[in-house]
């Protein structure tokens, strides 16, 4: 079912459960190293702005134990779908991202095969080039992640909090292919994002989401584009 013949009602979430959803995927954005000290903390900020009454809040990442005891039943599944979207939104999805997923998916109680499928585009960072470290041949690598992507594309975006996080921590545009070069000679080629993340498509989908739902509630996008 779309997100617009969805009642309302059943598309948003209570401010304490959209705190617990930030503080969840905070946790997924920080599970692999990526993100300097410098930029957790500018992140965080402009996430607890959102929460301008109560200044001082916390919102240290939970556990998957601590979440699950406190996520209503109803917004596990689509909490992990967004869970997914936060970890491949930089084009690469690392292991322990992928150990994270697991045991929040353990700790709801869900068993989701589509989780097993993101292996296929797990990222080894022993690699010199950053290429999916199980690549296979197209047309069987695009079979292989369609259940995958279906599974994402019924994501929906609940609370307009979730989805400022969302429009800040997915990248406006797809990044330029470029070359690195030392001393002037050429030691590494990296490809756009659009072609390294095989999930790429229901990214930006995800994004636009976010930003519909934002216009729709009376918000100003264009800081967003």
């Known amino acids: 079912m779309s997100s617009d013949s969805t009642p309302t009602s059943a598309r948003e979430c209570s401010p304490q459960q959209a705190e617990l959803w930030l503080r969840g995927l905070l946790g997924i954005a920080w599970a692999d190293g990526e993100y300097s000290p410098e930029e957790q903390r500018l992140i965080e900020d402009l996430i607890r702005s959102d929460w301008p009454e109560e200044e001082g809040k916390d919102l240290a990442p939970l556990s998957p134990e ?24 930089d084009g690469v999805y690392s292991e322990p991202e992928d150990r994270l997923l697991h045991q929040l998916a353990t700790a709801f109680g869900l068993e989701l095969p589509q989780l097993h499928l993101l292996k296929a585009t797990l990222v080894d960072k022993r690699a010199t080039s950053p290429s999916p470290a199980k690549a296979q041949p197209e ?29 800040r921590m997915i990248p406006a545009h797809c990044p330029f292919e470029r070359d690195v070069v030392l001393f002037g000679r050429k030691v590494l080629h ?12 229901q990214v930006v989908a995800l994004r636009c989401r976010a930003l519909s739902f934002l216009a729709e509630a009376g918000e100003d996008i264009s800081q967003y584009t």
């Open 139 to 167: 047309s069987g690598y695009t079979d292989l992640l369609a259940p995958l992507r279906k599974w994402l594309d019924s994501i929906q975006v609940r609370d307009v909090r979730v989805a400022r996080f969302l429009c």
């Open 66 to 89: 601590e979440l699950a005891a406190q996520l209503q039943p109803e917004l596990r599944e689509d909490f992990l779908r967004t869970a997914v979207m936060t970890a491949v939104a």
């Open 190 to 201: 990296i490809p756009p994002m659009c072609k390294l993340n095989p999930l790429y498509d």
